[in-house]
């Protein structure tokens, strides 16, 4: 039995443990949000609800609980979003955080004690990808961008499961024939023009989508805390990813002692998804 009385499912270990949280009496919690080029639907809300769940009990037990959960507002989907729409990607962003702000409101859900956009830790991720080049881990693809050569994580996949011969290309995991492996990830995208990008001594651009998520959680809850979690499809590769990325920087054992991941809304036995276009709004 745990001193704190509470048992998990862990993605990690694939089993239920005893919870034992770093520090007595307090938890620290980052959950992964949405990528706000559009309403939130049903699978959003759920992960949001039953993060809240957890929240909610870990404070009825006792617990301390700092609770963070951020918005992705630079990627891929919100430069499409804000082009196809003719407007700039803060616009976007300024236009669809309120809704799903005021959806997640309606649904009951606590509102988080952090809520970082990525655009606001900028300055954050060029120093992480710092950090990742002086450990050996990053290289760089001229007029590309800065990537992480996964061959030098040795427990890629520890998360999910799956061994790296094993693993297929997809979901963010993009091809590039001058990539050294196929499932490098890039971790800083160079400049082109008509992007938002930032200036970095390693070149002007805009962060990886992985590595923003390791980046916020580094500066908001330190190198180590107790609960980091998700929907299931972020496992792999983003969550996987994010492991890889801070253990390089902070060491093996470092980032979240505990994962957990919630699991989908089927439609037809699909996962509810934007991209598959079978998806019902929270609204």
Not at 79 to 108: C, F, K, M, S, W
Not at 119 to 144: K, L, N
Not at 148 to 153: L, N, P
Request: hydrophobic residues 35%.
């Amino acid at each position: 039995m745990s001193l704190s009385g509470l048992k998990i499912k862990e993605t990690r270990l694939k089993k239920k443990v005893d919870f034992e949280p770093l520090e007595e009496g307090k938890v620290s919690m980052y959950v992964c949000g949405p990528t706000v080029y559009d309403r939130g639907h049903l699978g959003h809300g759920r992960s949001a609800v039953c993060f809240d769940v957890i929240r909610r009990y870990l404070i009825y037990k006792g617990f301390n609980v700092r609770f963070v959960s951020n918005y992705t507002d630079i990627d891929d989907k919100m430069i499409n979003r804000a082009r196809e729409e003719g407007i700039t990607v803060p616009e976007l962003a300024a236009r669809v955080i309120p809704q799903y702000e005021e959806d997640y409101a309606a649904l009951g859900v606590m509102e988080a004690d952090e809520k970082p956009r990525a655009t606001e830790y900028i300055d954050q991720m060029i120093e992480f990808v710092g950090r990742m080049d002086e450990a050996g881990v990053t290289y760089t693809i001229e007029g590309d961008g800065v990537y992480f050569d996964v061959k030098k994580a040795h427990e890629y996949g520890k998360l999910s499961g799956q061994k790296l011969e094993e693993l297929k290309i997809g979901a963010r995991v993009a091809e590039n024939e001058a990539k050294r492996n196929p499932y490098d990830f890039v971790v800083w995208k160079f400049a082109k023009e008509g992007e938002p990008s930032w200036k970095a001594e390693f070149g002007d651009g805009r962060p990886g989508w992985h590595l923003e998520c390791s980046a916020m959680s580094w500066k908001l809850l330190g190198e180590q805390f107790d609960i980091h979690g998700g929907g299931a499809d972020l496992s792999f590769p983003h969550h996987e990813c994010e492991i890889a990325q801070t253990e390089a920087v902070f060491g093996e054992g470092s980032f979240a002692k505990y994962w957990i991941h919630n699991g989908f809304i089927t439609i037809n036995k699909e996962k509810m998804s934007k991209s598959l276009g079978n998806f019902s709004t929270l609204r």
